[in-house]
C-alpha cells in the first residue's frame, strides 16, 4: 500500500502493522492527527465493497444544525484511481452530489463514536476549522436608553453588578488593526455592534474601510440608526460595508418614543436615504430593519412594520423580546413554528446538543477579553464571573481559538459537563440553532426560536446567514 502522509498524521501503529495491497492512503496535511478507530472505519468501509472512501467527521445533531463543516482527513483508494484522484477531488470540492464523471464514486464516511468526538471536535476543532465571524465590541455607550435594553436602559443600568458600563470604553486603533488584519489574513467575517452603537466611535469609518482593504470579507454593522446621516452612510457605503442592520422597533412615533425615547422620523429618514444613496452610489450593501415584539406593541404595528420595511429594505427581522432574568437571558415567546423540529432534535441529541455558539463565534471586548457566544455578552452588565477565554492584548486570535480554554469548553459541551459553567448550564439559547425556511408571498422566511427573517425574494442583494 502506498501512504501518502506528510505530516506524519496516522497513528504509529497505523503505519508500521496496516496493510492492503494496491490501495493508496492519503492523508491531507491540515495538521490533524487521525484518530486510530477513524483509519478502521476506513478499513471497514473498503472491506465491505466500497472502491475509494473519504473521512470527514461529523459531531452528532450539532453538524446538521449547521456546525461548519470539517475538512476531509483521509482519503484510501485504489491504485489503478492515482492518474485521476486530482479531478476527482475537485469535483469534490464543486460539491458534485454523487455524481462524478469518473466510474468510481466516492463514499463519505462522517459517523464517529464518543471518542473520536471528543478528539477532532474539541482537541483538534480550532486548528480544523476557523471562526465564522467575529464579533468587535467596540465600545460599551450608546446615545438611546431602549426601555428593555440589557446595557442601557434607565431601568435596567442602575441594577448593574459590573462595571463594564461605567466610564468610556473604546476599543484601541492599535486592537482594530490587529483585527483587521488577522480577520482578512484568514477571511473571517466580522460583525459590530452587538452592545453599543457603534457609530459612536471615532474610528469606526476607518475601520471598516481597514478590514476591507486587509481582505475581511463581510464587515456588518447593526446601529439603531439615529446617527446614520448622509455623511456617514456616504462614508460607510464608500469604506466597503456590506450589510447594515438598523434596530428600529416601531411603526409609530408614540411606539418609538415610548421604547426607544428619540425621533423614529430621523432614523426612517436616515434609512431610506441611506437606502437612495446605495442605489446612486452603485454600491452593494445589504439593508435590514429589525423590529423587537416589546410589551405593549400589537400585532398590527408589527404587520405595519413588515410591510413597510419589505417594500424598500431587502429583509425585515422580527425577534422575540428578551430579557435578563434570573441571571440569564429569557424569552418572552418562542416561535410555535419550531416547536416539532426542536422536539425531533432533543429527542435525538437525547437531551441537549453540543451548543454551536463556540464551535463559530467569539467576541472581542475593548480590553482584550473574549467571550463566546450572545449570551455572555448580554450578561455583561451583571456577571463579574464570566471568565475570558483569552486576552486579545497578549495573543492572536489563533492562538485562542485553539487554545486550551475554548478547547475545554467545547469538550464539556459535547460532554454535557455544564454544572461548573453557569452561563451555558442555565442557557436556553442553544435551542435557537434549529431553523426552519419556507416561501411564501414572494418572500422568503427563516424562522429561529428567536427571530423571524422575511427577504424579498426579488431582492439584488444576497441576503447571508
Known amino acids: ?9 496516522l497513528p504509529t501503529q497505523i503505519r508500521d502493522n496496516w496493510e492492503i495491497s494496491d490501495m493508496v492512503l492519503e492523508i491531507p496535511p491540515y ?8 483509519v478502521e472505519r ?19 445533531v450539532s453538524s446538521e444544525l449547521g456546525l461548519p463543516q470539517y475538512p476531509t482527513l483521509a482519503y484510501l483508494y485504489p491504485q489503478e484511481l492515482s492518474n485521476v484522484w486530482n479531478q476527482l477531488l475537485q469535483e469534490l470540492e464543486n460539491k458534485t452530489q454523487g455524481i462524478f464523471s469518473i466510474p468510481t464514486p466516492l463514499t463519505i464516511i462522517s459517523q464517529t463514536d464518543p471518542d473520536e468526538q471528543l478528539h477532532y471536535f474539541a482537541d483538534y476543532y480550532g486548528t480544523a476549522v ?24 434607565f431601568l435596567l443600568k442602575p441594577t448593574h453588578t459590573t462595571d463594564f458600563f461605567t466610564d468610556n470604553k473604546a476599543m484601541s486603533w492599535e486592537m482594530m488593526e490587529k483585527l483587521a ?44 440608526g439615529q446617527l446614520l ?33 428619540a425621533n423614529l422620523n430621523r432614523v426612517e429618514s436616515n434609512v431610506i436615504n441611506f437606502l437612495q444613496l446605495r442605489e446612486r452610489l452603485r454600491i452593494p450593501c445589504e439593508v435590514r430593519t429589525s423590529f423587537v415584539r416589546n410589551q405593549d406593541v400589537t400585532i398590527e404595528e408589527e404587520q405595519k412594520f413588515r410591510e413597510r420595511w419589505l417594500a424598500k429594505a431587502d429583509s425585515v427581522f422580527v425577534l422575540n423580546l428578551a430579557e435578563y432574568k434570573e441571571t440569564n437571558m429569557r424569552l418572552s415567546k418562542i416561535n410555535d413554528a ?7 432534535y432533543i429527542q435525538k441529541a437525547q437531551g441537549r446538543w453540543a451548543c454551536l455558539f463556540p464551535f463559530i463565534e467569539m467576541a472581542v471586548l475593548p480590553d482584550g477579553r473574549i467571550y463566546y457566544c450572545i449570551e455572555t455578552l448580554f450578561r455583561l452588565g451583571f456577571d463579574k464571573d464570566i471568565a475570558s477565554l483569552g486576552d486579545y492584548n497578549k495573543q492572536t ?58 427577504q424579498r425574494s426579488d431582492s439584488k442583494v444576497k441576503i447571508s446567514g
Request: aromatic share 4%; charged share 20%.
Open 1 to 9: 500500500m502506498t501512504i501518502k502522509d506528510t505530516q506524519k498524521l
Open 181 to 224: 488584519q488577522e480577520c482578512g489574513e484568514q477571511g473571517i467575517t466580522i460583525l459590530i455592534g452587538s452592545v453599543e452603537e457603534p457609530l459612536l466611535h471615532p474610528k469606526i469609518i476607518d475601520f471598516v474601510q481597514l478590514c476591507r482593504q486587509q481582505g475581511v470579507p463581510r464587515v456588518h454593522i447593526t446601529t439603531n
Open 338 to 344: 419550531l416547536q416539532d423540529s426542536l422536539k425531533h
Open 397 to 454: 486570535l489563533q492562538d485562542i481559538w485553539s487554545g486550551n480554554l475554548f478547547n475545554q469548553l467545547r469538550r464539556d459541551l459535547i460532554l454535557n459537563q455544564l454544572d461548573n459553567r453557569s452561563v451555558c448550564k442555565n442557557c436556553n439559547m442553544w435551542k435557537s440553532q434549529v431553523i426552519s425556511r419556507a416561501s411564501k408571498n414572494r418572500l422568503q422566511v427563516t424562522t429561529t426560536m428567536v427571530t423571524e427573517i422575511y
Open 31 to 38: 495538521g490533524i492527527p487521525l484518530h486510530p478507530k477513524s
Open 130 to 153: 476557523k471562526p465564522s465571524y467575529v464579533r468587535a465590541i467596540v465600545g460599551n455607550t450608546c446615545n438611546l436608553k431602549c426601555v428593555i435594553c440589557p446595557y442601557h436602559s
Open 229 to 261: 446621516d448622509e455623511n456617514r452612510a456616504i462614508a460607510l457605503l464608500q469604506a466597503g460595508l456590506t450589510s447594515i442592520d438598523i434596530s428600529i422597533d416601531a411603526a409609530e412615533p408614540d411606539t418609538y418614543l415610548r421604547v426607544r425615547g
Open 42 to 60: 476506513l478499513l471497514a468501509a473498503v472491506k465491505s465493497g466500497n472502491k475509494a472512501v473519504a473521512f470527514r467527521p461529523t459531531l452528532p
